[in-house]
């Protein structure tokens, strides 16, 4: 009876643990982040915009976001989600 009674407190420990980290890494933007539809269509209108490459959601609480100019200049800006601007 005992026995259990230490799992049993061993698992919530655990639990309670995974709960609190996921609390402080940021696997998904905020609630109250600017829509990703919303900083795209601001990229898209920097001067000499031509294509987007990529774009990943950092676990440090940005997005990474690579585009190519006009004259094909490879361009890297991370994004503050909340405010859409560069970091």
């Known amino acids: 009876m005992a026995r259990r009674q230490i799992v049993g407190s061993i698992v919530v420990a655990l639990m309670m643990a995974g709960h ?3 609390q402080t890494s ?16 601001k990229v898209e209108k920097r001067p000499q915009f031509r294509y987007l490459s990529e774009i990943s959601w950092e676990q440090d609480g940005y ?12 361009v890297e800006i991370k994004i503050d989600p909340k405010t859409g601007e560069p970091r």
Not at 26 to 41: D, F, Q, R, T, Y
């Open 26 to 41: 940021p696997g998904v933007p905020a609630e109250n982040a600017i829509k990703l539809s919303e900083i795209i269509a």
């Open 63 to 74: 997005y990474d976001i690579t585009y190519y100019t006009t004259d094909k200049a490879k």
């Open 20 to 22: 609190a980290q996921a």
